[in-house]
T-cell receptor
Framework: KAGVTQTPRYLIKTRGQQVTLSCSPI?????VSWYQQTPGQGLQFLFE???????NKGNFPGRFSGRQFSNSRSEMNVSTLELGDSALYLC????????????????FGPGTRLTVT | QKEVEQNSGPLSVPEGAIASLNCTYS??????FFWYRQYSGKSPELIMS????GDKEDGRFTAQLNKASQYVSLLIRDSQPSDSATYLC?????????FGTGTKLQVIP
């Protein structure tokens, strides 16, 4: 079974631009979460989608948004990029909601490394 | 208070020793617990899942869960330099997964 895939793997953008990152979950997984990771900051939760609906949201400004499609693929968008948005953006998928204890097992994609100059 | 707490380390152990990584969680709703290993510049990799009190062993790794004390640990026996990484503890419950900030492990040859 193929793992979580993320595109692009690397991205360089200029301050003020916007960016869209894509994530394809493991087949059969219906929940997709997004995280931001910067050096020394740990994983910062952005949001989680299930069945095309945002189920949970972290403490990030409205410049960060996401969506999920009917095939469970997800995209996240960051508008008006700031230098501080430079980070590794990770997508993780899991089976879904209320499907037993194992449904909380998350599997991560390789990440998209975003550099804002 | 953070929901999942870990000592950031670094935890240094000599090669061949047992590395003990600890994690506490505050939300008693949490039902599922996980350990992830993250090498520098890479994404986290799930290495252990534990759902009930007691020990769960997988090769050189043993996860321990004590729900009464809200405590999870990971033991790595016969530590190898290749085990040097950041280990993330995570707790799942009430439809969300919460991660700790991770403990950096250094295995000294």
């Amino acid at each position: 079974k193929a793992g979580v895939t993320q595109t692009p793997r690397y991205l360089i953008k200029t301050r003020g631009q916007q960016v869209t990152l894509s994530c394809s979950p493991i087949s059969g997984h219906r929940s997709v979460s997004w995280y931001q990771q910067t050096p020394g900051q740990g994983l910062q939760f952005l949001f989680e989608y299930f069945s095309e609906t945002q189920r949970n949201k972290g403490n990030f400004p409205g410049r960060f948004s996401g969506r999920q499609f009917s095939n469970s693929r997800s995209e996240m968008n960051v508008s008006t990029l700031e230098l501080g948005d430079s980070a590794l953006y990770l997508c993780a998928s899991r089976v879904g909601l209320a499907l037993g204890l194992g449904s909380y097992e998350q599997y991560f994609g390789p990440g998209t490394r975003l550099t804002v100059t | 208070q953070k929901e999942v707490e870990q000592n950031s380390g670094p935890l240094s152990v000599p090669e061949g020793a047992i590395a003990s990584l600890n994690c506490t969680y505050s939300d008693r709703v949490s039902q599922s617990f996980f350990w992830y290993r993250q090498y520098s510049g890479k994404s986290p990799e799930l290495i252990m899942s534990i759902y009930s009190n007691g020990d769960k062993e997988d090769g050189r790794f043993t996860a321990q869960l004590n729900k009464a004390s809200q405590y999870v640990s990971l033991l790595i026996r016969d530590s190898q330099p290749s085990d040097s990484a950041t280990y993330l503890c995570a707790a799942g419950g009430y439809q969300k997964v919460t991660f700790g900030t991770g403990t950096k492990l250094q295995v000294i040859p």
